[in-house]
């Protein structure tokens, strides 16, 4: 009796299955975000209730006025830098820097504006949305008859410590063996991509003639 070899068959068999398992495979993004965190004045309200929260308060101290050129804050950063720093160590009473911001300046402005603040440690500063649209370095006025307190400083205040473990090649076919590890694959199955959908359809179909194919060899021979 003749052999029959169902190819196609042989070879859903090897590859779809590897196919699925590259793209059912949990996949970790490494890539490394960068967010501007920035606190806004709040909005005052009608009766000015809640002024004292807003940037109402020091609006009228006394600035000095730094137009920022569009997208030119970044190359005259040490001036910026240099400016505040003047500021800090003037230490004057009810005084800032207010930087000057017009529809022509880009969000680049903006942010280079927020790093040169941290680069001259300047912790107090705020934006203006509500009306002018101005960055404003307000002086953190410390008084010169002031005793001086101890400061203990705290090194991981405000940190978030996080630990990432990199999965052994034993952790990998434990994860094999684990029911729980299908049991993840399965809730998160409608969070694959489109194309994984097909490969599923596909290795499926070919199984199924697969076992079609094997069917009619065991007719065959019983004949």
């Known amino acids: 009796m003749k052999k029959i070899y169902y190819f196609p068959g042989l070879i859903s068999a090897l590859l779809i299955p590897v196919l699925f398992w590259y793209y059912i495979h949990p996949y970790i993004d490494k890539t490394v975000y960068n967010v501007v965190d920035i606190g806004l004045p709040a909005k005052l309200r009608k009766d000015n209730y809640n002024q004292n929260a807003t ?24 001036f910026f830098v240099s400016e505040i720093k003047a500021m800090q160590k003037r230490n004057e009473k009810n005084s800032g820097i207010e930087f000057i911001l017009d529809e022509n300046n880009t969000y680049g402005d903006f942010v280079s504006l927020l790093n040169d603040m941290a680069i001259a440690k300047q912790d107090t500063y705020a934006f203006d949305i509500e009306k002018t649209g101005h960055v404003f370095a307000i002086v953190n006025y410390i008084d010169p008859k002031a005793e001086k307190s101890e400061e203990i400083g705290c090194l991981l205040c405000n940190d978030v410590i996080r630990d990432y473990y990199e999965p052994t090649f034993s952790d990998r076919i434990y994860n094999l063996i684990n029911p729980q590890y299908y049991q993840t694959i399965f809730e998160n199955a409608s969070k694959l991509p489109k194309g994984a959908y097909y490969i599923l359809f596909a290795f499926l179909l070919f199984l199924n003639i697969s076992m079609l194919s094997i069917n009619e060899r065991f007719l065959l021979k019983l004949q």
């Not at 940037?55 to 040490?78: C, G, M, Q, T």
């Open 55 to 78: 940037f109402e308060p020091l609006r009228n101290w006394n600035y000095k006025k730094i137009a920022v050129p569009p997208n030119e804050a970044k190359n005259n950063s040490d």
